[in-house]
């Protein structure tokens, strides 16, 4: 089984072209499963003798190995494109693990932020530091257009259209799409483009690190945790925190479900539906605070 593992590489690399993180995931789940199949014996390593029964011998295997549900509904979904991809290429005649079932998740509501909370985020960046306008930019560009960090970090200055508001935005899978961004972002990125005008640089990348290279995700995430901590806000924000804020403060002020979906890039709408659970906690909350029969 392990001469097709470098073409499977190769396929979900260019043609399906997932992230570098996701092909990681996928090989690295794979080789696991290629690792159990050794342990059962050499006549197992020709594909063709995998079949369901094996296949859910190897979930049981995973669930006595205490992975937890996520992992290993992600594992079995990593084998079932491997034998997906096989059968595509006429190597077996069934896919053992096309109807495995997996253990159902828990839907887990994504952390945002109030509107306070993100004014106090914002507050704490120092115009004064040499970073400050880029930070600033930052924070304001993914508080108001939910873009994903990736996309963020990626983003060409000439992506942005100040007067008319709007971005160009590269997501998953290459697809592009336009995210619309208000005045107060629009504002901060003029503050840092005057500052990027002074520095010699790559004209293609808008957000830059030290000696003028891109800004790295992680140093996104960086930033954002230091003045999380600078505000004094005690729950972990991230990147994405900033984008589950956008959503839900969109929903919560009437915006159309497929409308968020189109400006978060979501393929799917039950995608961007966890955001409207979001919302009801909220309207809850505030329910059970504020009428006074309500507990």
């Known amino acids: 089984m392990k001469p097709f593992v470098e073409p499977f590489h190769a396929y979900i690399k260019t043609e399906l072209n997932l992230s570098p993180h996701t092909v990681l995931a996928y090989l690295r789940d794979i080789n696991q499963f290629i690792g159990f199949v050794s342990s ?28 937890s549900k996520k992992s290993v509904a992600r594992k079995i979904s990593s084998c079932r494109a491997f034998f997906r ?18 253990p159902k998740l ?10 306070e909370e993100v004014v106090k985020l914002l507050d704490a960046v120092n115009l ?15 508080y108001a257009s939910g873009m994903r960090v990736g996309e963020v970090s ?15 935005v590269q997501g998953k899978g290459d697809r592009e799409r336009i995210v619309l961004i208000g005045s107060h972002s629009i504002s901060s990125l003029k503050k840092y483009l005057d500052v990027r005008k002074n520095l010699a640089v790559d004209e293609k990348i808008l957000f830059l690190g030290r000696g003028g290279s ?18 004094g806000i005690s729950k972990r924000v991230t990147p994405h ?10 929903l919560s002020g009437g915006a159309d479900l497929k409308i968020v979906q189109e400006l978060l890039g979501h393929s799917s709408l039950s995608t961007t539906q966890i955001y409207t659970h979001i ?3 909220k309207l809850k909350s505030i329910y059970d605070k504020a009428h006074p029969r309500a507990t």
């Open 128 to 142: 004064k530091h040499k970073n400050g306008p880029r930070d600033l930019a930052i924070l304001e560009l993914i």
């Open 279 to 281: 919302t009801k906690e």
């Open 85 to 102: 991809y096989l059968f595509r290429e006429g190597k077996i005649k069934l896919n053992p693990f096309e109807h495995i079932l997996t």
């Open 241 to 250: 925190t900033l984008r589950h804020s956008f959503a839900t403060h969109l």
């Open 40 to 67: 059962k014996g050499s006549l197992f390593e020709n594909p063709q003798r995998i079949d369901p029964a094996f296949a859910r011998s190897y979930l049981r295997w995973l669930e006595l190995k205490n992975f």
């Open 106 to 115: 828990g839907k887990r509501l994504p952390s945002f932020l109030y509107p």
């Open 154 to 168: 990626k983003l060409r200055a000439d992506s942005v259209d100040l007067e008319s508001g709007e971005v160009l």
């Open 214 to 231: 891109r800004l790295t995700s992680r140093s996104i995430e960086r930033m954002i945790r230091k003045y999380a901590k600078k505000a």
